[in-house]
């Protein structure tokens, strides 16, 4: 009898573990880990693609199936969420996220760089939660620093998708006319609109609200002030975007598979604000990713 006992709790325990894999997004994606292993896709690719599910953010190609575009773990068969079929990661750019603000539209709220669907919560009734926080924002400092109950009860709703910026949104952030400041470094988004370090929209003569990856690598200690900022997001282009980037105007950045590249050093022969085919160079630094 135990025994009959033990296997069915070891089975149930490993389809357990089997369905959170395959579907649920912190399970794959943690922000500081990230590295572009997986191709970050877009609401518009998501949506013209047949074939193509998001479930909790994940990215499947499921073929020819008759189900809505966007999936929780409940609504599909976890048999047919196999690694093999994940595609990529579902981008919530942050223009997205600002309108699913519970006003007639769904509630959610980022933190970690994850995006959470908060719609079935009563405390969250009309994007709003105790008159202290709205939905349709990142919230990761209120969450993390502010929150009595940390991340675990945010943890408990559906994954959405992963907290995306464009440059043209980042350059929102940047102290002056937006009180937040947010930077990116190595495509991560952080916040720090907190850090005394960081205050009115400038940092040792730096802008905010753009790529500083090159600039705080030649700041000595810089590297280790990162780690008490919020990381939030990532910073994202796609090939349209980096044109902008062509060295003249702003850095020099290209595209390499599914990661965007500062070629500042050894540019040699390289055409900044295109798609590179070859390898990148090893002293090129990773700023950000694309977004297909």
Do not use: C
């Not at 940390?150 to 937006?178: C, H, M, R, W």
């Not at 030649?218 to 044109?243: A, C, P, R």
């Amino acid at each position: 009898m135990f025994r009959k006992f033990l296997m069915v709790f070891i089975f149930f325990i490993f389809a357990l573990n089997v369905s959170v894999y395959a579907g649920y997004l912190d399970s794959i994606f943690q922000i500081d880990k990230f590295s572009g292993e997986y191709q970050i896709i877009s609401t518009t690719t998501l949506e013209k693609t047949p074939g193509w599910f998001s479930v909790e953010g994940v990215v499947y190609n499921l073929g020819n199936t008759n189900l809505k575009k966007h999936l929780k773990l409940s609504e599909v068969d976890s048999k047919l969420l196999t690694k093999d079929k994940i595609v990529g990661l579902l981008g919530v750019t942050y223009d997205e996220l600002s309108k699913m603000n519970g006003k007639n539209a769904p509630t959610m709220v980022s933190v970690n760089g994850i995006v959470y669907d908060l719609s079935s919560s009563k405390s969250w009734a009309n994007g709003n939660h105790k008159n202290q926080h709205t939905a349709g924002q990142d919230l990761t400092y209120d969450i993390l620093k502010l929150s009595p109950h940390g991340i675990s009860k945010i943890k408990s709703f559906p994954s959405y998708g992963v907290l995306v910026f464009t440059p043209e949104q980042l350059a929102k952030f940047d102290g002056k006319v937006n009180k937040k400041i947010y930077v990116s470094v190595y495509g991560i988004v952080y916040d720090a609109t907190y850090s005394k370090k960081f205050s009115g929209g400038e940092h040792y003569g730096h802008d905010m609200g753009v790529d500083l990856t090159s600039e705080i690598l030649s700041l000595q200690g810089h590297v280790n002030l990162l780690g008490k900022l919020y990381k939030i997001g990532l910073f994202v282009l796609n090939e349209s975007m980096i044109s902008k980037f062509d060295g003249k105007n702003a850095k020099p950045f290209v595209i390499v598979d599914n990661k965007v590249y500062d070629i500042s050093k050894n540019p040699q022969n390289v055409q900044a604000g295109k798609v590179y085919s070859e390898t990148p160079r090893k002293e090129w630094l990773i700023v950000g990713y694309t977004i297909k």
